[in-house]
């Protein structure tokens, strides 16, 4: 059985989420959970929520057996970029991108 959530429009850059997304993938949820949580970066937190959430999502589905499931899927899709714009010497302006992403995660059952 799968589960699944998703992480719409954060706040955060989507190749530096990646490379926190690339830690967990495959892996069991206590070994996932415990991994973020030792984890400098500031997307682990959010990633942690997320795992969390699509357990929770599990359960309500009927999964017999929360320490079996780990993470089949997890991937982090660029968002809507923020424009913004900073004043420079001499009247003119550059550009500040703010991005966002889109972090999705399906959890599965170990067979």
């Not at 959010?46 to 997890?74: H, W, Y």
Request: proline share 5%.
């Amino acid at each position: 059985m799968e589960s699944s959530a998703k992480l719409s429009s954060v706040r955060l850059s989507p190749r530096k989420t990646r490379l926190v997304v690339d830690l967990v993938r495959g892996k069991g949820i206590q070994t996932a959970l415990n991994t973020l949580r030792f984890s400098p970066q500031p997307s682990a937190k959010l990633i942690s929520k997320l795992l969390s959430s699509a357990v929770a999502n599990a359960e309500q589905k009927g999964c017999s057996d929360v320490d079996k499931l780990f993470v089949k899927t997890i991937f982090v899709d660029g968002g809507a970029v923020l424009k913004r714009f900073t004043p420079r010497a001499m009247g003119r302006a550059s550009k500040i991108r703010k991005p966002t992403s889109h972090i999705t995660v399906v959890l599965a059952e170990k067979k």
